[in-house]
């Protein structure tokens, strides 16, 4: 009998990721910088960037249109409120969990102690002032919800998406054929993900490749240490913090959802935004782990927005590396400070790549560090931003199983089903 094995999309996207690693490394060690700018110009840099906006381009309409979907889809106004305060309640422990454990671990390891030799690298860096916190909620409220949408302001649509779902749903049937027409949007928008993700494997490539090919070995070599801790506290938050919810909150096997979840996890690493995953995300939540609409549509681009435990974890380790190399012990109330500021920092952050070292500014400014000391991180922080976005998305992903199966709604025959995974496939 004749046997046509294809290779799934998720081994796909998993080889370009590698091959890239490599070339990147290759071509660092082997070409000049005038041929790798050459490369990056003239392939890697296009067919990267064509990738990223292939993926957000969607990102919008898809949470615009998901969340009236899924909010109208509820049904139950009550229910809505109950889902929302149990969500934001569970994102901001995590993320205070996250900075905690950074804090710790980096007092342990003491990845900048000895690291005096490295201010000789220290430049300058534009603070960006703390935001008032209660103006992070006057501004979730859109003055003008079209500017907001062109603009991107993820909270403002959130906010405005969630108000037209509940007024649509206490309206009822009199506006189904609109609530259907948005729907049938969303559907076409999950299709063009699928031909977008066609592309994910040469997009993958390049976009590994061009930051190894920029980056090399040796600032991994000088900033070994400090990366090695950050890594480390973000494997058990993701690990250990994630498995544990899942398992005792959740109720649910973690090992089936990280089996089901890692091919988002390397989209993630690839593009380093969050925001930019949220397509795949929700796909995978809803195709893979038998989420519902009707909560994946409210939790996900939620956390996308005030969910970043992988960053509040980079907060919490460069606070105390940044405070070492200086020599600069910090007292207990600093560090309380630090899990409190990085914690509220992180709600309306931005899910795009190098966001965190602008709300790093913050928290050192909290804690009366030289803000300077940011550019002794500059060099590894492209790098540690993809793993620590990966972390970002996968909180998010864990949190919307938990709430589903709090609200008895997750597929769990979807869920534990063992096949083999891979992103969809366009048809």
Known sequence: MKENKKMSLTIK????????IVFGIIANAAFDKSVNESIIKWMLGPIGAIFLRGIKMLVVPLVLCSLIAGTAS???????????????VYYT?????????AIILASVIKPGTGGTGLLS??????????????DVFV???????????VEGEMLQIITFSILFGIAATMIGKPVEPVINIVKQINEVLLKIIGIVMAFAPAGVFALISKVIMIQGADVLVKLLKYGVTIILVLAL????????????IGRVNPIKFFKKFWPVMVVAFSTSSSNATIPVNLETCEEKLGVPNSIAS??????ATINMDGTAIMQGVATVFIAQVYGLPLTINQLM???ITATLASIGTAGVPGVGLITLSMVLQQVGLPVEGISLVLGIDRILDMIRTAVNVTGDAAATVIMSNLENELDLDVYNDFKEVELEKVS
């Open 121 to 134: 690298n220290v430049g300058e860096f534009k603070a960006a002032e703390a935001p008032f916190i209660m």
């Open 139 to 149: 501004n979730m409220i859109p003055t003008n919800p079209i500017k907001s949408l």
């Open 298 to 303: 409210f939790t996900i681009p939620l956390g």
């Open 93 to 101: 422990l995590t993320t205070a969990v996250a900075i905690t454990l």
């Open 13 to 20: 996207i998993l080889l370009g990721l590698i091959l890239g």
């Open 237 to 248: 938050q993701a690990i250990v913090v994630y498995g544990l919810a899942l398992k005792f």
């Open 337 to 339: 400070m630090v899990v």
């Open 74 to 88: 509820v049904g139950d106004v009550k229910k809505l409120g109950r889902v929302g305060i149990r969500t934001l």
